[in-house]
């Protein structure tokens, strides 16, 4: 069974950080690309960032320069580092594990970004 579960999420101020975390279990974590996808209110869900079973990164132009996605492989985690929050960042932030198969999501976590 798959599962992927989020945490470092809550509430922060402008211009503050988070960095929020995935547990993945139930899949080869080292041979899949994993990414942080996020959803505001009212608005479709959109890619934040992604990160490649090789280690190569892409970013939503909205987040370059603040966001760092990284992964450990031996612990099968992935991070999501948030610096310079904007109260635009403010969204549930899901974890996504593309396989061969199909994509897997976690059950989100909410980041709340204040003015």
């Known amino acids: 069974q798959v599962q992927l579960v989020e945490s470092g999420g809550g509430l922060v101020q402008g211009g503050g950080s988070l960095r929020l975390s995935c547990a993945a279990s139930?899949?080869?974590?080292?041979?899949?690309?994993m990414g942080w996808y996020r959803q505001a209110p009212g608005k479709q869900r959109e890619l934040v960032a992604l990160?490649?079973?090789?280690?190569?990164?892409n970013y939503a132009d909205s987040v370059k320069g603040r966001f760092t996605i990284s992964r450990d492989n031996a612990k099968n985690t992935v991070d999501l580092q948030m610096n310079s929050l904007k109260p635009e960042d403010t969204a549930d932030y899901y974890c996504?594990?593309?396989?061969?198969?199909?994509?897997?999501w976690g059950k989100g976590t909410l980041v709340t970004v204040s003015s």
């Open positions: 996504n594990a593309h396989t061969w198969a199909r994509d897997y």
């Open positions: 990160i490649t079973s090789a280690g190569s990164t």
């Open positions: 139930g899949i080869i974590f080292r041979l899949n690309n």
